[in-house]
């Protein structure tokens, strides 16, 4: 499967997830998440 090339991250806590809620589900904040680009994997990474 293949991984996702955006992440959503809270804005209020940092808190990282594969996809976009209301609610951070770190730190209960309301529509804090914002979309990013996922990081690229390490060199040599499996």
Same mark, same amino acid.
């Given at each position: 499967m293949a991984?996702?090339?955006t992440?959503?991250?809270c804005?209020? !806590?940092g808190h990282g997830a594969a996809k976009w809620h209301g609610r !951070?589900?770190?730190c209960d904040a309301w529509?804090?998440?914002v979309e990013e680009r996922a990081p690229?994997? @390490?060199a040599? @990474? @499996?």
């Amino acid at each position: 499967m293949a991984r996702p090339t955006t992440i959503h991250v809270c804005s209020a !806590c940092g808190h990282g997830a594969a996809k976009w809620h209301g609610r !951070c589900p770190g730190c209960d904040a309301w529509n804090t998440l914002v979309e990013e680009r996922a990081p690229a994997p @390490a060199a040599g @990474a @499996a």
